[in-house]
């Protein structure tokens, strides 16, 4: 167990340093991560819940698409920060969840079963699907200075609507816990009923 004080702190060290980070990885989807982690280790798990808020804080925090190189010094950064308010036996776990939560790492943590990271990575993919991840697709494509999408199959390639069969319809079936796998069939089903939406309107030959 951690104090109020050490969580206070952690919030107001992320949030000053996620300032810059495009609205889709702003403060506001890491309080939503935050809630959604909430959830599921209230429903299914029982992992320390100062644990889930750190480490839900954190999860972003060396992203490697706003660090770059420096991911490792985020991680030395984020050690420090928790050893200095009394957070120390925090630091493998959370480390661990910055390190493997990426969809695009793919790893596991060596194979070994850790509900934390489970729990922060459902929680970080419910985010990328659902209405809210159709609106951070399409920020983040902007963002990016992507197209939305061409009927030519060379434009296409790294559009939104591409970034769809990529990465966002294959989430709800990388689901680690029982409570993620429920929260994912709605929000699946939305991504195949807006682009379903979306290609009848660009296809209608009859308006
Ligand atoms: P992760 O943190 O799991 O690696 P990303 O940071 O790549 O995931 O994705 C975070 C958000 O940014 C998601 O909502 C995702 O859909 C969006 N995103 C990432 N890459 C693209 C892309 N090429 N086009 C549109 N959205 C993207
Ligand atoms: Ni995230």
Redesign the pocket.
């Given at each position: 167990m951690i104090e109020i004080t050490s969580l206070e702190k952690a919030e107001k060290f992320v949030r000053e340093r996620v300032k810059g980070y495009d609205s889709g990885?702003d403060w506001w989807?890491i309080m939503r991560?935050r809630r959604l982690a909430k959830y599921i280790n209230e429903k299914e798990f029982s992992e320390d819940p100062y644990l889930i808020d750190i480490a839900a804080l954190f999860?972003?925090f060396a992203d490697s698409k706003f660090s770059g190189a420096d991911q490792e010094k985020k991680f030395e950064q984020v050690t420090l920060f928790l050893k200095e308010n009394g957070t120390d036996s925090y630091i493998d776990q959370v480390i661990n969840v910055m390190r493997y939560?990426s969809f695009s790492s793919r790893k596991n943590s060596g194979g070994i079963k850790d509900s934390l990271l489970e729990i922060i990575k459902d929680s970080?993919r419910l985010?990328a699907i659902g209405a809210i991840g159709i609106a951070r697709a399409f920020n983040y494509g902007g963002y990016r200075n992507n197209i939305i999408f061409s009927p030519v199959e060379d434009e296409n390639k790294n559009s939104t609507i591409s970034h769809f069969d990529e990465k966002l319809l294959l989430l709800s079936s990388m689901m680690n816990t029982e409570t993620g796998k429920k929260l994912a069939f709605e929000r699946h089903q939305f991504l195949e009923s807006f682009l379903k939406q979306f290609h009848r309107e660009w296809n209608s030959a009859a308006f």
């Open positions: 990885h989807h991560v999860h972003d939560v970080d985010d």
